[in-house]
């Protein structure tokens, strides 16, 4: 008897359905094909045993058992429950009637227990897109894929479950999500909050910039100056995510198997802050499995690399088309993959190997031309697309003990979100523009370009600083942001000289 049970398969971030052929007939063998790896093979042991396990007839006739499209890579252990199901609908233990209306995913424990797969939510949206009445998967994935509408989803604990309901036996109770509620409850819960952070208003002040315009941002600063600690606050003044981008964000972390138990959406940006060791295909993604890197990771968030030159050139190398095109597409000899990677990148660094170039107590002890050659373990080509630079003096004890609370980041997202709405009326009939950040020579010469008197204060900041070219693009679209942050139409004198403040590292004196 032949019978198809409908599961599914992960690509990229998207799903594809996998229609599970299963054929009962005379013989004693059994047959996998349709380009399954090591996991999916190795789901023979792990079915029988929960056949056995259930009370089930473990079938003494030969079985065939097709993945299709048989072109299509099988990866991971979701095919278990699909393929015990087929096994007892082809046998006569399921009625097959209904199997056409569910997707059914799965991973199978010796003793018939399902285990959490990866991917549920993109699963669930193609099970709709698909026109499928039901979702049927694991009840720790449940929640997560009870996100998408117009789809029944049934969270299941063991395979009997799965049988006693697609034999009319017994009702699996449908789980619901009220996504809405859910979302917006969680949407302001940050562990780490601005008012923690003593002094250091010139560096609080750039990362509103930074946050506000969608920039990217490098701190440099001796140890314990405070640059990780703030780096860790800046999700709070964030704008929150929209639904639409929540939706996005957890489809990532869903594939990477990086959400939590019982999670349905993300509600906060993410922080991704990555250990220099990192290699190049866990900052990008793909490999033999082929899943989400950090880059996609952070996307509508933040991705933290601390310590900045300690990182690998190569690494650091693999950043650079991502930041420019807000997506990456990773292409082997097996597969492409597209990844988005919208994601603000903010680094912090030691200003030389010992810490203490500039700092206003402490002596450098670093050898002549060694601050130079550690500044220069960061490409041009990188450092170019990043658009502040702001150095990081270390907190007197005076304003580490006073006893005025800081401002809190409440308080300063308010500030970043009326910016955003001033770039996002501006830009709402430009596809791909979003932040000031995003802006093309086109558009800086439209809104960022200020009258000719003020324009003369940024001729002579170069020329006096000897400050390199792509800089002048860079002062410009901050200046446009800082503008924003005061509801200035215009950008003004004021503005070009804070946003000339922040490109310290272009200065040609700045290593000596």
């Known amino acids: 008897m032949l019978v198809k049970v409908f599961g599914a398969a992960v690509q990229g971030i998207d799903a594809t359905i996998i229609t599970t052929e299963v054929n009962s007939s005379r013989g004693v063998k059994f047959f996998l094909v349709g380009l399954p790896d090591s996991a999916v093979k190795e789901s023979h042991e792990r079915v029988m045993s929960a056949l056995q396990v259930g009370g089930y007839r473990v079938p003494v006739s030969q079985i065939v058992v097709n993945l299709a499209p048989a072109d299509i890579k099988k990866e991971g252990s979701s095919y278990d429950l699909p393929i015990a199901i087929g096994i007892l609908a082809a046998t006569g233990s399921i009625s097959p009637d209904h199997l056409e209306k ?26 709709r897109k698909k026109g499928f009445e039901g979702f049927i998967l ?24 799965v049988v006693n309901f697609l034999n009319g036996k017994a009702d699996l109770p449908i789980v619901e999500v009220n996504t809405r509620e859910e979302f917006y409850k969680n949407q302001y819960d940050f562990p780490f909050d601005f008012s923690d952070v003593k002094g250091q208003e010139n560096v609080k002040r750039a990362l509103e910039v930074a946050a506000a315009g969608g920039h990217n941002i490098i701190m440099i600063g001796a140890p314990g100056s405070g640059k990780s600690m703030m780096a860790k606050r800046l999700p709070s003044i964030l704008p929150p995510l929209s639904l639409a981008e929540s939706l996005e964000t957890t489809k990532i972390h869903s594939v990477a198997g990086k959400l939590g138990k019982d999670v349905s959406l993300i509600a906060t940006r993410p922080f991704r802050s990555p250990h220099h060791t990192i290699s190049q295909v866990a900052m990008v993604g793909g490999g033999t499995h082929p899943q989400p890197g950090e880059i996609s990771l952070s996307h509508n968030g933040v991705l933290f690399l601390d310590e900045l030159p300690e990182f690998s050139r190569t690494t650091l190398e693999v950043l650079r088309q991502p930041l420019e095109d807000r997506h990456i597409t990773i292409s082997r000899a097996k597969y492409t993959l597209d990844y988005p990677a919208g994601m603000m990148l903010v680094a912090s660094m030691n200003p030389c190997p010992c810490g203490f170039y500039n700092h206003p107590t402490r002596k450098c002890v670093c050898a002549p031309g060694q601050v130079q050659r550690y500044l220069n373990k960061i490409s041009g080509p990188l450092l170019d697309r990043i658009d502040i630079q702001v150095e990081i003096i ?28 001033i770039q996002a009326e501006r830009y709402k009939d430009i596809a791909g523009i979003h932040c000031n950040a995003q802006m093309t020579p086109k558009l800086m010469n439209e809104y960022a370009l200020p009258e000719k008197k003020d324009l003369e204060i940024l001729k002579t900041a170069m020329n006096k600083f000897n400050l390199s070219a ?13 503008a924003d942050l005061e509801s200035s139409p215009q950008v003004k004198s004021h503005h070009l000289a804070e946003a000339i403040s922040y490109r310290n590292l272009d200065r040609d004196n700045w290593a000596g």
């Open 102 to 127: 569910y997707l059914i995913v799965g991973e199978l424990g010796l003793d018939g227990k399902l285990q959490p797969i990866r991917g549920a939510l993109p699963m669930a949206i193609e099970a």
């Open 138 to 161: 694991p009840k720790q994935n449940a929640r997560e894929a009870a996100v998408v509408n117009q789809l029944k989803v049934f969270g299941v604990e063991s395979l009997t479950e």
């Open 394 to 421: 270390p907190v007197p004890f005076e304003k580490i003990s006073a006893p005025t609370p800081s401002e809190n980041s409440e308080t300063i997202r308010k500030r970043v979100i009326r910016a955003r709405e």
């Open 470 to 482: 792509r800089a002048y693009d860079r002062i410009l679209k901050v200046a446009r942001t800082i």
